[in-house]
T-cell receptor
Framework: KQEVTQIPAALSVPEGENLVLNCSFT??????LQWFRQDPGKGLTSLLL?????REQTSGRLNASLDKSSGRSTLYIAASQPGDSATYLC??????????FGKGTKLSVKP | DTAVSQTPKYLVTQMGNDKSIKCEQN?????MYWYKQDSKKFLKIMFSYNNKELIINETVPNRFSPKSPDKAHLNLHINSLELGDSAVYFC???????????FGPGTRLTVL
């Protein structure tokens, strides 16, 4: 049974710092991996989708990598800003298309 | 706006009542999902429909019944509500089961 783990559970950094969020999964037979952000009381905003055949995806200050064989993905955020404060969720896609989520990393960027 | 929308945003009700949550997507997607986010913020799949057909039905009490009248809508009906049903319910959609999923804003259900 696929399990997704995100470390750390919470992270606080000063503004401007580069940071890395980690995601690991137990079954490497995934179709793709998706990173989301969730603001308090809000829905999920899709950040990046990495297909199983890809190694990384970039969008602005965000870069997500995928190493299927080791069951790991990282989300790199460059030059963090207070507006980046949110919970970041990693999810892998199961064989039936459903997403299996980690418990998230709560990021706080201090001005 | 192109999006996934849900109504209502908030739902407060008494134990034992029956309630429905509606979801609509105008993205032209063929697959829709219901997820539940519990009090610890953990998200889990409940149901998935592809072209109005049920393809995923996780271990969910049969008091929960999804209904898809057409590809753009997936409603969730809950009978005999219990305290433990209190959670945020998210609808999502994608074009085919393996593509990027887009989420609605969520419905916060509180059962008193």
């Amino acid at each position: 049974k696929q399990e997704v783990t995100q470390i750390p559970a919470a992270l606080s950094v000063p503004e401007g710092e580069n940071l890395v969020l980690n995601c690991s999964f137990t079954d490497s037979a995934i179709y793709n991996l998706q990173w989301f952000r969730q603001d308090p009381g809000k829905g999920l905003t899709s950040l990046l989708l990495i297909q199983s055949s890809q190694r990384e995806q970039t969008s602005g200050r965000l870069n997500a990598s995928l190493d299927k064989s080791s069951g790991r993905s990282t989300l790199y955020i460059a030059a963090s800003q207070p507006g980046d404060s949110a919970t970041y969720l990693c999810a892998v896609r199961g064989s039936q298309g459903n997403l299996i989520f980690g418990k998230g990393t709560k990021l706080s960027v201090k001005p | 706006d192109t999006a996934v929308s849900q109504t209502p945003k908030y739902l407060v009700t008494q134990m034992g009542n029956d309630k429905s949550i509606k979801c609509e997507q105008n993205l032209g997607h063929d697959t829709m999902y219901w997820y539940k986010q519990d009090s610890k913020k953990f998200l889990k799949i409940m149901f998935s429909y592809n072209n109005k057909e049920l393809i995923i039905n996780e271990t969910v009490p049969n008091r929960f019944s999804p209904k898809s009248p057409d590809k753009a809508h997936l409603n969730l009906h809950i009978n005999s509500l219990e305290l433990g049903d209190s959670a945020v319910y998210f609808c999502a959609s994608s074009q085919r089961a393996n593509n990027e999923q887009f989420f609605g804003p969520g419905t916060r259900l509180t059962v008193l």
